[in-house]
Nanobody, 114 residues
Framework: QVQLVESGGGLVQAGGSLRLSCAAS????????MGWYRQAPGKQRQLVAR???????NYADSVKGRFTISRDNSKNQVFLQMNSLKPEDTGVYYC????????WGQGTQVTVSS
């Protein structure tokens, strides 16, 4: 089992920044990808960004140039730096880790006011 704990969500005005953190514990060896997904009200959960153990990143088109995902393999943490936030970035952000199967954190709320 892998446990994921997110932190760093909150309320911010449009144009502002937030940094999300996710710490992994448990059977963390052999974790391949880690990433962040977002679920807006009434919508399905969607990929925001992900990073492999080797550092390869992938971003949703809507966040390219504004968000940066990073990973500290030594501390089993993944981060999401969110800049130039827009109201449409509002949602619950979930940390994800893949180790044979998908693991999810409990989610952290991000609200961007206009």
């Amino acid at each position: 089992q892998v446990q994921l704990v997110e932190s760093g969500g909150g309320l911010v005005q449009a144009g502002g920044s937030l940094r999300l953190s996710c710490a992994a514990s448990g059977r963390i060896f052999l974790i391949n990808e880690m990433g962040w997904y977002r679920q807006a009200p009434g919508k399905q959960r969607q990929l925001v960004a992900r990073v492999t153990t080797g550092g390869t990143t992938n971003y949703a088109d809507s966040v390219k140039g504004r968000f940066t995902i990073s990973r500290d393999n030594s501390k089993n943490q993944v981060f999401l730096q969110m800049n130039s936030l827009k109201p449409e970035d509002t949602g619950v952000y979930y940390c994800n880790a893949i180790r044979l199967t998908n693991y999810w954190g409990q989610g952290t709320q991000v609200t961007v006011s206009s």
